[in-house]
């Protein structure tokens, strides 16, 4: 840095990159103003020129070629906003290993190929970080890295895939089935073409993988996570879950559990009373515990431009700080590397469950289904039958039950499938 000015490169002009540049020009004078620092946009590199765009970017080197911004030695931090993996990856490790800082929102390649990035970033005495990667423009992780820094976190319970929330919102508040839901995300914006990763829980996992390595102060694995998505749900069990008093979210969790992590993602029955089930339509939320904060909650926009593009000037202004102090021994790696974190199998957690079956409106079933799940030591705590056939001359039933392992659970409705009774497409979700 000289001069007190920071010199910025974006790497990628879309969605996110605009986003970027707009705060980095428009606001210019506020940050200069808030920091006693001049953020200069020097540099873009994008591909797509002819697309339009609603900026005026005539101070600034725009390129189709990114290793102008990667050799350009007054260029102090790299903005990645192309997101996937290559050339990101590429892109990134060559800036860190040109010894710049770097900043980006791709939370999939930070989850994935995160331990080797950090490792090249420490080996040249600078940083990689990352808010935007999570929950858009709430501040999570600098809330878990500085706001919580005097806390052992034991919980983190999180709604952080827009794309799924606005779903599942959807069937609840409109009594749709899930394809209908998912079609309206599309047509509103809400959801990609090719919406997998968010309904499969993949997003929220690569998230979550991010929020365990901050909170446990550890390396966790993204291919460790236990992860379900919310393609199996249907109008009936959102109506099972209202009339329970209950609502389905799509639920990030990290919890201490003897002596270990208990780390997965899947959908959730959330008590209608919880600040989690009024969390609607695209928005995100994440609930963390602290042994000496106790409960806080952090809520806000888990995407789109300006959100994003908040986050990520975070970070370029956190680094403009590092890069003042000039002074290595600062520089505190931001997941630390050397350390795997120690996860619980999931077989070996204890959870209450929502049982959805079709079964055969004949006597005895129920008790057939009871004296399975107490052969496993699972306890029944509530029980619902509709009257009315549902579906091919099979109705649905609801059981709640009380704590019980997974792996008993698992057991058990292998066994209970096997009834001639009963149809194969069961679900099984967890109660918050």
Not at 23 to 28: A, G, T
Not at 163 to 182: D, G, Q, R, V, W
Not at 355 to 376: C, H, M, N, Q
Not at 410 to 432: G, S
Request: charged fraction near 25%; include cysteine; proline fraction near 3%.
């Amino acid at each position: 840095m000289r001069n007190q000015q920071v010199n910025v490169g974006i790497i990628g002009l879309g969605t996110v990159g605009t986003g970027v540049a707009r705060v980095l020009l428009q606001q210019r004078e506020l940050l200069e103003t808030r920091t006693q620092v001049l953020f200069n946009l020097k540099a873009i590199s994008e591909l797509d020129w002819e697309k339009e765009r609603d900026i005026d970017l005539s101070t600034v080197k725009c390129t189709t070629n990114a290793d102008e911004l990667l050799n350009d030695p007054d260029i102090d931090v790299i903005v990645e906003t192309i997101g996937g993996f290559e050339p990101a990856f590429s892109f990134v490790s060559k800036a860190l290993k040109n010894r710049k800082h770097v900043v980006t929102a791709n939370k999939a390649l930070i989850a994935t190929r995160g331990r080797e990035l950090f490792e090249i970033a420490q080996e040249n005495d600078v940083k990689i970080l990352f808010e935007a990667s999570v929950g858009g423009g709430i501040p999570i992780i600098q809330g878990l890295r500085e706001g919580l820094i005097a806390n052992n976190i034991e919980r983190i319970y999180g709604i952080l895939n827009g794309t799924s929330n606005y779903i599942l919102t959807k069937m609840h508040k409109e009594n749709l089935e899930f394809s209908e839901a998912l079609k309206g995300a599309q047509e509103n914006g809400f959801a990609e073409a090719d919406p997998t990763l968010d309904i499969s829980g993949g997003d929220a996992a690569h998230k979550l993988t991010i929020l365990s390595s901050i909170a446990s102060n550890s390396f966790v694995s993204f291919e460790s996570l236990y992860v379900e998505g919310i393609t199996g749900i249907t109008k009936v069990d959102i109506n099972f879950a209202k009339s329970l008093g209950y609502t389905i979210k799509l639920l990030a969790v990290y919890r201490v559990f003897n002596g270990g992590l208990d780390l997965r993602v899947h959908p959730t029955l959330v008590e209608n009373k919880h600040l989690l089930a009024a969390v609607s339509n695209e928005m995100n939320a994440i609930l963390v515990k602290g042994d000496f904060v106790g409960n806080t909650m952090f809520y806000g926009p888990g995407a789109g431009e300006r959100p994003t593009a908040s986050a990520i000037v975070s970070d370029i202004v956190a680094l403009a700080y590092d890069l003042l102090l000039k002074d290595e021994k600062y520089r505190t790696p931001t997941i630390k590397t050397t350390t795997d974190a120690k996860l619980i199998p999931i077989d070996e957690i204890t959870n209450r469950f929502y049982l959805r079956f079709f079964t055969r409106d004949i006597p005895g079933v129920l008790t057939k289904i009871s004296g399975v799940l107490a052969e496993y030591g699972i306890s029944i705590s509530s029980m619902v039958q509709l009257e009315t056939h549902e579906k091919d001359n099979y109705i649905p039933i609801v059981l709640l039950t009380h704590e019980a392992l997974e792996k008993s659970m698992k057991q058990a409705l292998e066994k209970i499938i096997k009834f001639e009774f009963v149809k194969d497409d069961y679900l099984r979700l967890r109660i918050f």
